[in-house]
């Protein structure tokens, strides 16, 4: 299957209404993407990029009337009207196949290794966690979701409950089943990222009792050991009552996708956590805190 690209341009305080209206035009992906740095970011309801320009990229199905869309984004003047809109057609090669080929193996804590789904891992002694991303973000390669499987390799106790939120590929939740979780909660807003991660336990053979994927419209039952928010700066201040609310007493909520500029905003938005040292790798951060209070 294949999938029409549209591809556009808009400054930044526009990106969160145009990525709205792709979603409600029915995209089922939207990527950001910065021109001058070449990051590539899959954002949160809601949330800008950090550039002050952005390439808009939204996928969408094959029969999408192309025409009324582009009359549609016109009306709402949200990109920029002097690049031209890019339409193209993108093969289901060009997401998933693509990283398989020419992903490397990566080892987190000196026992856990993440490889492309069809790869011989270096260490067959190890824990491997077979990999294919799809169109969701997660592979291990970029620091924020580095420095959350480094800590699970080293430093989350065995037989928790967890909450992945913003679960992407399902890299961080799966990791945290072969490495002894008793069961995590995989939570993302992106149908694409759920399917990602469905498919993901598939192959590293992890029982769907385990693992528990859901959108995050839907409730939340129960309080959890371990929180994982790999996401960004903006949506971990939006989202710190429900997550902390997740917590049990005493629980552990691993934060990751901020800037070391942003730290300091984003701890403020947790007042019932107390947080470690933050760990920092090419200006992003990850950090540590436990809930102080019921």
């Not at 341009?9 to 995209?27: E, K, Y």
């Not at 991303?133 to 065995?158: K, N, Q, V, Y």
């Not at 490495?179 to 694409?192: E, K, S, Y």
Request: glycine share 10%; charged share 20%.
């Amino acid at each position: 299957m294949g999938w029409l690209s549209i591809r556009l341009r808009s400054a930044a305080p526009r990106v969160a209404a145009l990525c709205d209206l792709l979603d409600a035009a029915g995209a089922v992906a939207v990527t950001l993407g910065s021109g001058s740095s070449g990051e590539v970011l899959e954002p949160a309801p809601g949330e800008m990029p950090l550039w002050p320009v952005a390439d808009v990229d939204a996928l969408f199905d094959l029969d999408l009337d192309v025409a009324a869309l582009s009359e549609r984004l016109a009306a709402a003047a949200l990109h920029d009207a002097d690049v031209p809109l890019e339409v193209r057609f993108v093969e289901d090669a060009d997401w998933s196949r693509t990283w398989r080929d020419f992903a490397q193996a990566y080892c987190f804590g000196q026992r856990l290794w993440v490889v492309p789904r069809d790869a011989s891992p270096p260490d067959p002694g190890g824990v491997v966690l077979r990999l294919d991303p799809g169109l969701a973000f997660g592979t291990g390669s970029h620091p924020t979701t580095a420095l959350c499987l480094e800590w699970l390799a080293t430093r989350m106790p065995s037989g928790i409950d967890v909450v992945d939120y913003g679960a992407g590929s399902g890299i961080l939740g799966i990791a945290a089943i072969l490495l002894g979780a008793h069961r995590v909660v995989a939570i993302d807003h992106d149908r694409q990222a759920r399917l990602a991660t469905r498919n993901n336990a598939t192959y590293n053979g992890v029982p769907t009792a385990q693992l528990e994927v859901m959108d995050v419209a839907a409730p939340v039952p129960g309080h959890y050991d371990l929180v994982l928010a790999n996401i960004l700066a903006g949506p971990l201040i939006a989202l710190a009552p429900r997550l902390a609310a997740l917590l049990k007493p005493g629980g552990t909520l691993v934060l990751s996708g901020v800037l070391e500029c942003q730290l300091d905003e984003v701890l403020a938005s947790y007042p019932d956590l107390e947080f470690g040292e933050p760990c920092l790798r090419e200006a992003w951060v990850m950090v540590e805190g436990t809930k102080t209070s019921g």
